[in-house]
Each structure stands twice: as C-alpha cells, then as structure tokens.
C-alpha cells in the first residue's frame, strides 16, 4: 500500500486587460494573478498539516508600477484552521520626481492554509484558493 507524505497543489494563473480606449496608448492595465494549495488530510491523531504554495513573483514591464492601492487579495475558497492571502510589495519606484510618491514595481504573492486539528477531523484538508487583481499603470 503506498501512503503519501503529503499532497501540495500550486497553481499560478496571470490574466490581463487593458483598460483604454482605442484612440489612446494603452496608461492603465488590469492583472488576475491565482494561487492555490492544498494539504494533506489530518491525521488519525488529530495532528493537522499546513501548505503554502510557492511564492508567486510579477513584476511589472518596464516604465510601468503596480498602483499598490488597487490590489485586492481575495479568498475564492478556503478550508480548514487557517486559509489566507499573503502579499507583499518589493522595489518601490518614485513615479513624480522630486515629489517623494513611490509605487512598487513588483509583487510577491501566495496562498497558506492549515488542515483542521482534532480526532473528530481525520482525514479533513485544508485549502486556499486567490485571486489577486489589480492595476499596473505607465509612470515618467
């Protein structure tokens, strides 16, 4: 009989849109980035099991920023003790010169989750499925 250790499932998914009209360039772009895990159920004892998918990196092409207020980090499912959406913001850019306005240019995300503890949740997983959305826009 074969007994795995553990089941991870990671996914990272990246859609985007534009946000503009056809007569203009293309300021304001719109992001869909998704991660997931999955644990392992609980153990007969009780003992739960945690996940974390791997980090996720996006940076933004050049000469555009991650508009750090428009980024939402949202739980589409989630099972167990624990399920949530981390992210950080890394390599922040001073968009007006001079002014002291930064914005980041690259984002850091992943989806953590902790099997439910106890006898009574033998066999039980737990999950995080996110979505993280959001705008990048051009900078000078």
């Given at each position: 009989?074969?007994?795995?250790?553990?089941?991870?499932?990671?996914?990272?998914?990246?859609?985007?849109?534009?946000?503009?009209?056809?007569?203009?360039?293309?300021?304001?772009?719109?992001?869909?980035l998704k991660a997931e895990c999955t644990t392992r159920g609980t153990d007969?004892?009780?003992?739960?099991?945690?996940?974390?998918?791997?980090?996720?990196?996006?940076?933004?092409?050049?000469?555009?920023?991650?508009?750090?207020?428009?980024?939402?980090?949202?739980?589409n499912s989630g099972a167990g003790r624990r399920h949530n959406c981390p992210?950080?913001?890394?390599?922040?850019?001073?968009?007006?010169?001079?002014?002291?306005?930064?914005?980041?240019?690259?984002?850091?995300m992943y989806a953590e989750a902790q099997s439910p503890g106890g006898m009574?949740?033998?066999?039980?997983?737990?999950?995080?499925?996110?979505?993280?959305?959001?705008?990048?826009?051009?900078?000078?």
């Amino acid at each position: 009989m074969l007994y795995k250790k553990a089941l991870f499932l990671c996914l990272i998914s990246v859609s985007f849109s534009a946000v503009a009209t056809a007569q203009t360039n293309v300021d304001q772009v719109g992001f869909d980035l998704k991660a997931e895990c999955t644990t392992r159920g609980t153990d007969w004892d009780g003992t739960g099991h945690g996940c974390t998918s791997d980090p996720q990196t996006y940076t933004a092409p050049s000469g555009y920023v991650i508009v750090k207020d428009s980024v939402q980090a949202l739980e589409n499912s989630g099972a167990g003790r624990r399920h949530n959406c981390p992210v950080e913001f890394r390599d922040d850019v001073e968009i007006i010169k001079g002014v002291g306005i930064y914005q980041p240019r690259t984002m850091i995300m992943y989806a953590e989750a902790q099997s439910p503890g106890g006898m009574s949740s033998a066999g039980k997983r737990g999950w995080a499925r996110c979505s993280f959305v959001g705008f990048i826009t051009k900078y000078q």
